[in-house]
């Protein structure tokens, strides 16, 4: 008996160990994206433009939503309801503001020449920062069901429950870190 709940604890969810092969999946694909971009900006005929402030607002959001959520599944896991409640809802509005805060950038920035047609540069400004955006729209879809499971489903600690929410969670750090190195990342390689 006890072999089998040493096994058991030793293993990884199917479900973490799928998010997990995704989010290594998408590391390697913004690692390309990066090196690609240090190879053609050594290409030289490079555009260099300074990182509208909106993204530094960004950043501060995704950073403090990645807080706000992690209290949100503490909660959760010791029953104070409202706490999850309001710290998963606080989340979600702070992913959906990190998204319009990259979106109020990109127009600055097209507004100022920078564009998908013009300089190099500015497309991988634009395919990097927008294909992020892309997987935080994922994440905050996540976050709109957990907010549904939140205030549909009876409250009630669970196994099954830490374990979806703990999905969520990693998944939300996941793209907070990722981009706080692509963010860094786009500032030095200037």
Known sequence: MENILVNKRNKIHPHKFALWAAMASITMM???????????????NWLEFAMPVSFYISTLLIIISSVTLHISFSSFKIGNQSRYKSMLIVSLLLGVAFVIFQYFGWTELYAKGVD???????????????IHALHVIGGIAALIVATLH????????????????????????FVDFLWIYLFIFLIISK
């Open 150 to 173: 939140a205030y549909t489903l009876k409250f009630n600690v669970t196994e099954k429950r830490i374990n979806r929410f703990d999905l969520v969670l990693n998944y939300w750090h």
């Open 30 to 44: 913004f690692g390309a994206f990066t090196s690609a971009y240090i190879v053609k900006q050594a290409a030289g």
């Open 116 to 130: 998908l047609k013009g300089n190099v540069s500015g497309s991988f400004f634009f395919l990097i920062s927008g």
